[in-house]
């Protein structure tokens, strides 16, 4: 089974400083691709960063970067210099077949981690 | 561009109704989606579009029903539905369906069913 998990269900954060979140995953595949993506109140499912299983460098978006320990299965991301409209749910998503030999893929989802900046 | 839209914003209907919820993207993607999303959860695959045919099908009850007259559209058709079925209503899209794919997402349609 491939799943997804975030155990910090809510987090704060002081405006201007540094936050990590969590995500650990389970999967036998050897290549894959993780997905960090932002829920704000306004609902709409953001894209936050992306990572390549296969590579080694952690990726990057400006403020945003993650930290991915593929042995570990471990995919935490880090918020430096945080803005009031960091604050949002997070979620850690996976991608994988819909079933085993499926051409078509789907986002298996993290709980959330509920973030709030706190000016 | 990376935009993709979704009306109604919110939708309100009775278990009687018949209603659509609409979703297009010019991105020029071959793969759309639609999610489920109750209330503090995360998002649940519902249909797979690929290729403007219906390639994945969630168990859905057949009081959904998706269409997608091209490839830049995708309704889901609601008839008959539950309360248990209001939630917020997502689609995506991305550029083949793969799994190097991202998907993007739009702003959803907040469905109550009385």
């Known amino acids: 089974a491939q799943t997804v998990t975030q155990s910090q269900p809510e987090m704060s954060v002081q405006e201007a400083e540094t936050v990590t979140l969590s995500c650990t995953y389970d999967?036998?595949?050897?290549?894959?691709?993780l997905f960090w993506y932002k829920q704000p109140p306004s609902r709409q499912m953001i894209l936050v960063i992306r990572?390549?299983?296969?590579?080694?460098q952690n990726a990057t978006e400006n403020r945003f970067s993650v930290n991915f320990q593929k042995a570990a299965k471990s995919f935490s991301l880090k918020i430096s210099d945080s803005q009031l409209g960091d604050t949002a749910m997070y979620f850690c998503?996976?991608?994988?077949?819909?079933?085993?030999?499926?051409?078509?893929?789907?986002?298996?989802f993290g709980k959330g981690t509920k973030l709030s900046v706190i000016p | 561009d990376t935009e993709v839209t979704q009306t109604p914003k919110h939708l309100v209907m009775g278990m009687t109704n018949k209603k659509s919820l609409k979703c297009e993207q010019h991105?020029?993607?071959?793969?759309m989606y639609w999610y489920k999303q109750k209330a503090k959860k995360p998002p649940e695959l519902m249909f797979v579009?690929?290729?403007?045919?219906?390639?994945i099908n969630e168990s859905v009850p057949s009081r959904f029903s998706p269409e997608c007259p091209n490839s830049s559209l995708l309704n889901l058709h609601l008839h008959a539905l539950q309360p248990e079925d209001s939630a917020l209503y997502l689609c995506?899209?991305?550029?083949?369906?793969?799994?190097?794919?991202?998907?993007?997402f739009g702003p959803g349609t907040r469905l109550t069913v009385l």
């Open positions: 995506a899209s991305s550029k083949q369906g793969g799994g190097e794919d991202t998907q993007y």
């Open positions: 999967t036998s595949e050897s290549n894959y691709y």
């Open positions: 990572q390549e299983a296969y590579k080694q």
């Open positions: 998503a996976f991608m994988k077949p819909v079933y085993s030999g499926a051409g078509s893929y789907q986002l298996t």
């Open positions: 991105m020029g993607h071959r793969a």
């Open positions: 579009y690929s290729y403007e045919k219906l390639s």
